[in-house]
Structure formats: structure tokens, C-alpha cells
């Protein structure tokens, strides 16, 4: 999901390097904001799939008092709703492995991101249940990874200056989407599957918690 760009096609590219048969899903294939848009993608591409990598866009940048009603029942589908319905359709064969690309903002929420921290939180907790329950009986492996300040459209969307936030991440830089490709077929590649129903930070050191 949201393979045609940034994090997902660094993803779509790593594991295809590996000689995984990797299908790429863009916007124009799947849109997880419109429902209709998402039973026809689950209808079309209801095979057993080995890895399932769920991962899309994320709201504008907007305060609470902002948001209205038609930007929550949009970002609702977009975030929740969407993957709650392709994660429950699609069939994943035994032994596999689900990532969700999520964000920081599920752990350290920004004001600017309520939309997004309050649906991927959300959904991250439907993953969880998942992992632990029916995923777990199959053996399928469900990991989160919340990126932080990552060299995507997405990071210079929401950042003025980008030298000088730079300059004030712990490792003085950004993340490059092809460190997350990297490690999502570091997983895959050496069968790790004890590692499962984790939220994974991806962010340079930059989160304040421990736990």
C-alpha cells in the first residue's frame, strides 16, 4: 500500500531485490479514504499473500478546533476503517508477516497531527489484538514501525526549514526511506517471528520515552 512513493516505495523496492513478486498498490489503485474504492481493490487481490505492508498518507496539519466533521469521517476511512477492511478480506498465508508504516504521533501525539495520531493509534491497536490472537495461532508475525522525521514529500510538508531542524535531531539528520526498506527485508529475509506485536520507533533516537 501506498507503494508508489517514499517509505512504501522503498519498501516495494528492497523487497523486490530479494526476488519477492511485489505488487506496489498506489493511490490510484486503492484509495483507504473512499470505501467503495477499497471492497473493489479486496475483491480484485483476494490471493494468499505472503507479506502485507500497510501503509498510506497522512492528514494536513491542523489543530483541533480546525478539524471538522468531514475530516474526521475522511481521515476515519483513510487511517482506521480502510485497513481494518483489507486487513480482515485479504488472505495472508501461514508463516507471514504484516508491517504497519504508522508515526511517532501514536507515542509523542502533535497538536498539528490529532487526526493522525488519534486513527493510527487506533489501528495500531486493532494490529495488536491481531498479533496476539488468530496471527498468532498462523504464526504471522505483526510489526509496527513509527517513523519520525523521515527525507519524504510527507517530512517537508509539515517542516519549514529543513537544515535546521536538522541540525537539531540527535544524529543531525533525517532518516532516508530506504533504511526502513532495509530493515523490513532484514526481517523477512532471516524469518524472524518472534518479533511480533511491536511498535518499532524509526526515528533516529529523536523520541523522548523509554518504553
Not at 467503495?36 to 481493490?41: A, M
Not at 497522512?58 to 486487513?87: A, N, R, S
Not at 501525539?109 to 491481531?130: C, G, H, I, N, T
Request: charged share 25%.
Amino acid at each position: 500500500m501506498g507503494g508508489s512513493r517514499g517509505i512504501g516505495r522503498a519498501i516495494a523496492d528492497a523487497l523486490s531485490s530479494t526476488g519477492a513478486d511485489v505488487y506496489a498498490a498506489s493511490r490510484k489503485d486503492v484509495d483507504t479514504s473512499d470505501p467503495d474504492s477499497v471492497r473493489r481493490f479486496v475483491d480484485r487481490h483476494n490471493y494468499g499473500l505472503d507479506i502485507l505492508v500497510l501503509n498510506t498518507g497522512g492528514p494536513p496539519p491542523k489543530m483541533f478546533p480546525e478539524v471538522t466533521e468531514d475530516d474526521w469521517l475522511k481521515y476515519h476511512h483513510q487511517l482506521f476503517l480502510g485497513f481494518c477492511t483489507i486487513l480482515k478480506n485479504i488472505h495472508l498465508n501461514d508463516g507471514g508477516y504484516v508491517f504497519l508504516i504508522s508515526s511517532s504521533v501514536i507515542r509523542e501525539p502533535d497538536p498539528r497531527l490529532v487526526m493522525s495520531a488519534a486513527y493510527r493509534a487506533a489501528f495500531a491497536e486493532v494490529l495488536k489484538v491481531q498479533s496476539m490472537t488468530e496471527y498468532a495461532r498462523r504464526n504471522i508475525s505483526c510489526i509496527t514501525i513509527a517513523p519520525g522525521p523521515i527525507n519524504t514529500d510527507r517530512t517537508r510538508e509539515l517542516v519549514d526549514n529543513i537544515e535546521e531542524f536538522q541540525k537539531r535531531l540527535p544524529m543531525g539528520r533525517l532518516g532516508e526511506p530506504e533504511e526502513i526498506g532495509r530493515f523490513v527485508t532484514a526481517v523477512v529475509e532471516r524469518q524472524i517471528k518472534y518479533l511480533s506485536g511491536v511498535v518499532i520507533n524509526f526515528d533516529g533516537a529523536g523520541s523522548r520515552h523509554v518504553f
